[in-house]
């Protein structure tokens, strides 16, 4: 079983940054891919960005690409997602998820393994 803890989140206004940490359980998860979702009140669940295994590839929703950065320490358990240049329509609680399967997609059901979330509340 792994478990999956997101911090970092907080207050921002819009123009700043926040690095989001999600930490895991188990010492293999470097056999495991990580992606970052986003669920705003009232909207559904929103594909964010993955990472493989290794820290080698990495997929970004288009929104997304070019503000944000995902990226892992697999001698620290951690995945990381740096956000830059973030909107208020960047608010939402942010969640790390992980599959051993080792497959990066935008498809939530494809991930076993979810944390509890992190809110990120950016102010115009």
């Known amino acids: 079983q792994v478990q999956l803890v997101e911090s970092g989140g907080g207050l921002v206004q819009a123009g700043g940054s926040l690095r989001l940490s999600c930490a895991a359980s188990?010492?293999?998860?470097?056999?495991?891919?990580v992606g970052w979702f986003r669920q705003a009140p009232g909207k559904e669940r929103e594909y964010v960005a993955a990472?493989?295994?290794?820290?080698?590839?990495?997929y970004y929703a288009d929104p997304m690409k070019g503000r944000f950065t995902i990226s892992r320490d697999n001698s620290r358990n951690t995945v990381y997602l740096q956000m830059n240049s973030l909107k208020p329509e960047d608010t939402a609680v942010y969640y790390c998820?992980?599959?051993?399967?080792?497959?990066?997609?935008?498809?939530?059901?494809?991930?076993?393994?979810w944390g509890q979330g992190t809110q990120v509340t950016v102010s115009s």
């Open positions: 998820a992980a599959n051993v399967e080792g497959i990066l997609s935008a498809i939530a059901s494809v991930y076993v393994y």
């Open positions: 188990v010492r293999t998860f470097s056999s495991y891919a």
């Open positions: 990472i493989s295994r290794s820290g080698g590839s990495t």
